[in-house]
């Protein structure tokens, strides 16, 4: 069975950092492409961040370039996201995604809040 | 960035009844390769979204026949033939051609 668990999320005042994981397992990790979308409170959908399988190209939606940046670790079937200067719009359930949306984790909760 | 603009936003359908929902973009999808990478996904209240159709009209595993996709260029329809109760949710089409990759705002459905 797929399975992608996030975690690291929380509550963190505007211009913090939080670094969010996801553990990945059920199936081969290193020719994945992952993403990161996310969900802002009673919202839709917003692709965050995205990753080639050799972490060679990483992809960014303006919003958040220059804060955030993806990366992964094939030896240990994870994905990672580390977001600086957060603001109070960065507030959502952050999914970690595989291939395109073909599986989603459970979310992970991030709040910007002072 | 390309806009995908959804219609309609709020779907009440009644039971067994088929449902159609329109998804338009704001440029071509088809990419380089031929293939229009048009995804639709559903959000069911409380849950992670689940893909449905990927790639314009494959369904992806385990999905009911009932759903189906469709569409070209720049405007897309994801159709239920027979809507059932474990249908209600917010669906979402989604576009990867284009980076950044973009959805839609969200078609809401409820049981009449």
């Known amino acids: 069975e797929v399975q992608l668990v996030e975690s690291g999320g929380g509550l963190v005042q505007p211009g913090g950092s939080l670094r969010l994981s996801c553990a990945a397992s059920?199936?081969?990790?290193?020719?994945?492409?992952m993403s990161w979308i996310r969900q802002a409170p009673g919202k839709g959908l917003e692709w965050v961040a995205n990753?080639?399988?050799?972490?060679?190209?990483?992809s960014y939606v303006d919003s958040v370039k220059g804060r955030f940046t993806i990366s992964r670790d094939n030896a240990k079937d994870s994905l990672f996201l580390q977001m600086n200067s957060l603001r109070g719009e960065d507030t959502a359930v952050y999914y970690c995604v595989r291939d395109a949306g073909l599986n989603w984790g459970q979310g992970t909760l991030v709040t910007v809040s002072s | 960035d390309v806009v995908m603009t959804q219609s309609p936003l709020s779907l009440p359908v009644t039971l067994g009844q088929p449902a159609s929902i329109s998804c338009r973009s704001s440029?071509?999808?088809?990419?380089?390769?031929?293939?229009?990478?048009l995804s639709w996904f559903q959000q069911r209240p409380g849950q992670s979204p689940r893909r449905l159709i990927y790639t314009l009209s494959n369904r992806d595993s385990g999905v009911p026949d009932r759903f189906s996709g469709s569409g070209s260029g720049t405007d897309f329809t994801l159709k239920i033939s027979r809507v059932e109760a474990e249908d209600v949710g917010v669906y979402y089409c989604?576009?990867?051609?284009?980076?950044?990759?973009?959805f839609g705002q969200g078609t809401k459905l409820e049981i009449k």
């Open positions: 989604m576009q990867h051609t284009h980076w950044p990759h973009t």
């Open positions: 059920g199936f081969t990790f290193s020719p994945s492409w």
């Open positions: 440029q071509s999808l088809v990419y380089s390769d031929g293939n229009t990478y």
């Open positions: 990753m080639t399988p050799d972490g060679s190209e990483k």
